[in-house]
């Protein structure tokens, strides 16, 4: 057992006072450590303490390199990974996506200190810090986005994150019965692929797996869970058998085919008509269904707003799940513009990539370029260029900043393929 201490360990130095050589678990978050039940890195990691586990915190790490996550050594159990006590696009940018001036979760309410889709950015650093130990998400963002979900702040229907962030679990919801049971059967020699019945938990199935069949869940008195019975189908059969508690969610291909439904209708009504639509498919889930803005705040109209092809939705995710390739685009967005609401129209990364080149080069405002080239009667990334500089020599600009962007996804494969790892990323 160990001993509850002040406050959970923040650095090599309060660990090796505590006696540790290295901590069970450590639990990453993007908020800073509150000893306080209303932060959760705090409640969980006192939870496991509590369940005799070393537990270390990791509070708002700078996520550029894996570094500062070696700083408290390898855990031997797990990592522990969230964005914070919300969502961090929610943290970071208002309802009219302009960036939030301060963080009230950072210490003097300083913004900026985690980093956007943070669940994936901290997951990524983690298993470069500490290859083949078991990553674990949960929290507010990886909750909610823990299925095909709409996300405002790219216009796009995005892939579950465990997609993104390739956690091996991702809890959801209340976390405080899974980590203990996490931690439990890891520390007794069970490899994290076993730990798939563990309710409130998600995971990614490998290609070739299939579904595995649940046994209605009984109350009491014997009689199934109405809870976690489907709806039967209008007209159909009333299913029964053991797949009776299995409810099916639409796939995120099915997902971004609703969007006939969603983009016809008035943007301001467009997250509860969706989620309207989907509720039979969730009967039987716990809590509210998720939305995709901030309770307190209105999402701003936007009626030019173009559906993204599962295909080019897929791209977005993939360049925000390198780092590497991340930094090296970073620097091209216009200010105050996220990657994904730059990419979004785009068809491919290659496009997309080189659009931000010939802005940088050509001093091409890139609302302007992109708005020629994501249009209904697109135009070439050429073609584009020839109408808003008619005096540049297009052919060229195209020629070079293609170039620019075979090299920048070149040189970030090789870097990943140096390192040895995420070699499944694409
Ligand atoms: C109290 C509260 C506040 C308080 C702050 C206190 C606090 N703790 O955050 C106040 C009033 C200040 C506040 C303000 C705001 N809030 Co508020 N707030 C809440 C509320 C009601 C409870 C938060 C809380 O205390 N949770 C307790 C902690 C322990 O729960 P938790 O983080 O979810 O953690 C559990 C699980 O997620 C999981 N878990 C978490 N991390 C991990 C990690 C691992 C490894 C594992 C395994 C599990 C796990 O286990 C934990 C324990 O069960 C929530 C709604 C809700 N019911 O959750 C909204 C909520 C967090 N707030 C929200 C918002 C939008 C805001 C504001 C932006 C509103 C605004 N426009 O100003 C501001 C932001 C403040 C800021 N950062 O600048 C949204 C966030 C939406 C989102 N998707 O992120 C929420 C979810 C409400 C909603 N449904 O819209 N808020």
Request: aromatic share 6%; charged share 20%; hydrophobic share 40%.
């Amino acid at each position: 057992m160990t001993t509850p201490t002040a406050a959970l360990p923040m650095t090599r130095a309060e660990i090796l006072a505590l006696g540790w050589d290295r901590p069970d678990i450590v639990i990453v978050t993007g908020d800073a450590y509150v000893d306080h039940p209303s932060f959760a890195a705090a409640l969980i990691g006192r939870t496991l303490q509590a369940a005799g586990f070393r537990v270390a915190i990791l509070p708002q790490p700078d996520w550029r390199s894996a570094e500062p996550f070696r700083a408290l050594g390898v855990p031997r159990l797990f990592w522990g990974v969230s964005a914070g006590n919300m969502d961090s696009m929610i943290n970071h940018y208002t309802a009219s996506r302009l960036p939030r001036s301060d963080d009230a979760y950072t210490p003097g309410g300083v913004a900026g200190a985690r980093p956007d889709r943070a669940t994936n950015v901290y997951s990524q650093r983690c298993r470069e810090a500490a290859p083949g130990v078991p990553v674990i998400a949960g929290g507010v963002e990886a909750s909610l986005r823990r299925l095909a979900h709409y996300d405002y702040w790219s216009e796009t229907v995005r892939p579950s994150m465990l997609v993104s962030c390739k956690a091996d679990l991702l809890v959801f919801g209340m976390g405080e019965r899974a980590a203990v049971e996490i931690a439990r059967r890891l520390a007794a020699g069970e490899p994290v692929a076993a730990l798939r019945d563990i309710r409130g938990t998600a995971y990614l199935l490998g290609a070739g797996e299939s579904l595995p069949a649940f046994a209605p869940r009984m109350l009491a008195d014997g009689t199934p869970d109405p809870r976690r019975l489907p709806a039967a189908a209008p007209g159909g059969p009333v299913p029964d058998g053991p797949d009776a508690a299995t409810v099916r969610l639409p796939s995120f291909e099915e997902v971004c085919g609703m969007r006939r439904i969603m983009f016809s209708t008035a943007v301001s009504c467009f997250v509860a008509i969706v989620w309207l639509g989907l509720a039979p498919a969730f009967a039987g889930q716990k809590g509210h269904p998720p939305t995709a803005t901030a309770k307190h705040e209105t999402p701003k109209a936007t009626p030019t707003a173009q559906p993204t092809s599962p295909k080019a939705a897929l791209f977005i995710t993939r360049i925000e799940s390198n780092s590497q390739l991340m930094s090296r685009l970073q620097p091209l967005l216009p200010s105050g513009m996220t990657l994904s609401s730059a990419a979004q129209g785009f068809k491919n990364e290659g496009q997309f990539i080189a659009a931000l080149h010939v802005s940088q080069n050509l001093k091409i405002p890139f609302a302007q370029l992109k708005a020629e080239m994501v249009r209904p009667d697109r135009d070439s990334l050429g073609q584009a260029i020839h109408d808003l500089q008619p005096s540049a020599n297009a052919k060229a600009a195209v020629k070079t900043a293609e170039q620019e962007a075979r090299a920048d996804i070149k040189a970030t494969k090789l870097a990943k393929a140096d390192a040895g790892k995420d070699k499944d990323d694409r």
